[in-house]
T-cell receptor, first 116, second 110 residues
């Protein structure tokens, strides 16, 4: 398993501003993922972030809105840009542990974002 | 990714066994079945994973019939702290794009 922390744990932001969310893992991992969980909803994958390459975005998510950095094997950031109230969600990072075997991921505690 | 169907919610009482059945009629030969648990204000937590028959760990058991078109997560003797949303996911070996459905909200009452 892995211990994953996220900062900030929650924030209240004004529309039009940007927020950068940090994800730190206590071990080196190749693949990190960013998810969004809107109020009362399930999780939706935003993008996959591999160290040393550009993030891969899922349909409906674009780099200009959600730029991602992955500077090393233990850290990643997700920026929510030019925020609107519709961006109010929980943002979670996760990591894949164990390259062999069926896929399992370990999730951070999430960042709860409210945009006014 | 195989689509999954599970009940929206289930109620139980402390000490009872809770069984959550997930349907995945179009599961592929190389798909595995994985269950995650999510407490309020936390990220999902991996519970158990299986391919066929029965898998048991310290948290739960997973029953998968021969046709693999469904699976049942069994939580023995639940407590109030087992109140959470439980997600059933189906995906191929090393298919890292997890697809979360609506999940089952399990509420355990005293």
């Amino acid at each position: 398993s892995a211990v994953i922390s996220q900062k900030p744990s929650r924030d209240i932001c004004q529309r039009g501003t940007s927020l950068t969310i940090q994800c730190q893992v206590d071990s080196q991992v190749t693949m990190m993922f960013w998810y969004r969980q809107q109020p009362g909803q399930s999780l939706t994958l935003i993008a996959t972030a591999n160290q040393g390459s550009e993030a891969t975005y899922e349909s409906g998510f674009v780099i200009d809105k959600f730029p991602i950095s992955r500077p090393n094997l233990t850290f990643s950031t997700l920026t929510v840009s030019n925020m609107s109230p519709e961006d109010s969600s929980i943002y979670l990072c996760s990591v894949e542990i164990g390259a062999s075997g069926p896929e399992t991921q370990y999730f951070g505690p999430g960042t709860r974002l409210l945009v006014l | 990714l195989a689509k999954t169907t599970q009940p929206i919610s289930m109620d139980s009482y402390e000490g009872q066994e809770v069984n959550i059945t997930c349907s995945h009629n179009n599961i592929a030969t190389n798909d595995y079945i994985t269950w995650y648990q999510q407490f309020p204000s936390q990220g999902p937590r991996f519970i158990i994973q299986g391919y066929k028959t029965k898998v048991t760990n310290e948290v739960a058991s997973l029953f998968i019939p021969a046709d693999r078109k469904s699976s049942t997560l069994s939580l023995p003797r639940v407590s109030l702290s087992d109140t959470a949303v439980y997600y059933c996911l189906v995906g191929a070996y090393n298919d890292y794009k997890l697809s979360f459905g609506a999940g089952t909200t399990v509420t355990v009452r005293a």
